[in-house]
């Protein structure tokens, strides 16, 4: 009886631990880049941690976190890298560095090279501008992306938060600037939709961005609103696959790039297709700054997780008064573990 009791509590414990697991991936890559001056090498590599799990009732739970991140995932009160989600018949809710409903909608244009090359097929979505669009390279404090999928048919909810960023305010003209008393609270709210019929993938995707400084010795604190609106459509038939989509921003945000040099509306194309081991990618992207980027991509799959990638870019920006151009390449061994 007692060795019985022993085997069943072993037995229960064991089912215990099947229900969870944690799994490591990684990826890594080797090669050259042009960075538009000189050649020079490039290597790296990454480890993804997956942790998932599932309650007695059926909801799935997890987690997921780069170790470069780690800091970042292990927040004492938000999580500014990586995630955490829970999901059931309600659908999913994740919080963390999750993109805005918009962007998980709508998504970016198909990427070029074995870098990324600057990464210059990525849309200008109001939760990557931050600050309502008034001042880039500060990251959200922690997201929230809610969605919900059927019969084809995906909806999403999601919340970015920037909580009061010290050290910074907004001046009367709408320009943030330092200020070692001001602060700084920006919120951006979205809203999202796709739909896929016989692999063609409609997206609308809409933003709303609300900025409010206060300051102790700046006068005529404000509050900055903006607004942006992208739709895409993709269609994805055998080995070829296609993305275009426009996009128009609006608010105090819009209000700004009503300069010579700006435009409240961007747009891009890309396409895909592979033909046995060999694919081939392009995309052109015209952004609100009018800078128009273009670049191609070659990647070829040597089995096993190991592929060949080539690309090149080439930024062309107006400058104000001409226009000028810079163009980037890169060549190399990518692998996936």
């Known amino acids: 009886m007692k060795k019985l009791l022993l085997a069943s509590t072993a037995l229960i414990a064991s089912a215990g631990v099947a229900a969870a697991d944690v799994s490591l991936s990684g990826n890594a890559r080797m090669g050259f880049i042009y960075d538009g001056n000189d ?13 998932s799990g599932e309650t007695d009732g059926g909801l799935a739970f997890g987690a997921s976190f780069d170790a470069d991140d780690a ?45 990324g090359l600057g990464d210059l097929h990525e849309v200008a ?10 001042a880039t390279g500060l990251n959200y404090d922690t997201a929230a992306l809610y969605e919900y999928s059927i019969e084809g048919f995906t ?70 609103t903006s607004s942006h609106v992208v739709a895409s459509l993709e269609y994805e038939m055998d080995m070829f696959k296609a993305k275009a989509f426009v996009g128009r921003v609006g608010g105090d945000l819009g209000t700004a790039l009503t300069t010579p040099f700006t435009s409240r509306t961007h747009y891009g194309l890309s396409a895909e297709g592979s033909f046995d081991a ?48 810079t163009t980037v390449a890169d060549l190399g061994l990518a692998f996936t573990f």
């Open 125 to 134: 979505y109001l939760d990557r501008l931050g600050l309502a669009g008034l």
């Open 39 to 51: 050649v020079q090498m490039t290597s790296r590599a990454r480890v993804t941690f997956t942790m």
């Open 278 to 325: 060999t694919t081939v990618t392009a995309f052109a992207y015209r952004g609100v700054d009018e800078n128009i980027d273009a670049g191609v991509g070659v990647s070829y799959d040597l089995g096993g997780g190991a592929s060949i990638k080539a690309g090149i870019v080439r930024d062309t920006f107006d400058v104000g008064v001409t226009t000028d151009s």
């Open 71 to 115: 800091v970042g995932a292990a927040g004492n009160t938000r999580m500014t890298q990586g995630t955490v989600f829970i999901s059931g018949e309600f659908g999913k809710l994740t919080f963390g560095d999750v993109a805005s409903a918009a962007r998980a909608a709508a998504g970016d244009l198909y990427g070029v090279g074995l870098t």
């Open 155 to 224: 909806g999403y909810i999601g919340l970015s938060q920037n909580n009061v960023v010290r050290g910074f305010s907004i001046n009367p003209l709408g320009v943030v600037v330092v200020d070692a008393t001001g602060t700084l609270k920006d919120n951006v709210i979205s809203l999202g939709a796709k739909y896929t019929w016989e692999g063609l993938t409609g997206a609308i995707g809409y933003e709303y961005s609300r900025a409010a400084s206060s300051s102790a010795i700046v006068a005529n604190n404000i509050t900055s």
